[in-house]
Nanobody, 119 residues
Framework: QVQLVESGGGLVQPGGSLRLSCAASGSIFSINVMGWYRQAPGKQRELVATITSGGRTNYADSVKGRFTISRDNAKKMVYLQMNSLKPEDTAVYYC?????????????WGQGTQVTVSS
């Protein structure tokens, strides 16, 4: 079984920064993708950024140039550095792990951490 635990959310003023962390435990396949998604009130969950086990990254257009995703495979951690935060970044941020093997994918989610950008 896989567990994902997020931390680092909070209240920040517009233009500020936050760093989210996600600690993974359990069975993590050698080929996987870890990522961050977010869900604002009344909206669907959306992709923020992903990073493959090989280090390839992908970002939503809305966060390119402001957010940076990284991972430490030895520590089973994934991070999201968020700079130049905007009120529209306010959401619950979820960590995701997608294990990939033999053409099948297995998705796991954390419980979420609230990020509020407000003055």
């Amino acid at each position: 079984q896989v567990q994902l635990v997020e931390s680092g959310g909070g209240l920040v003023q517009p233009g500020g920064s936050l760093r989210l962390s996600c600690a993974a435990s359990g069975s993590i396949f050698s080929i996987n993708v870890m990522g961050w998604y977010r869900q604002a009130p009344g909206k669907q969950r959306e992709l923020v950024a992903t990073i493959t086990s090989g280090g390839r990254t992908n970002y939503a257009d809305s966060v390119k140039g402001r957010f940076t995703i990284s991972r430490d495979n030895a520590k089973k951690m994934v991070y999201l550095q968020m700079n130049s935060l905007k009120p529209e970044d306010t959401a619950v941020y979820y960590c995701n792990l997608r294990n990939i093997r033999a053409g099948l994918t297995y998705d796991y989610w954390g419980q979420g951490t609230q990020v509020t950008v407000s003055s």
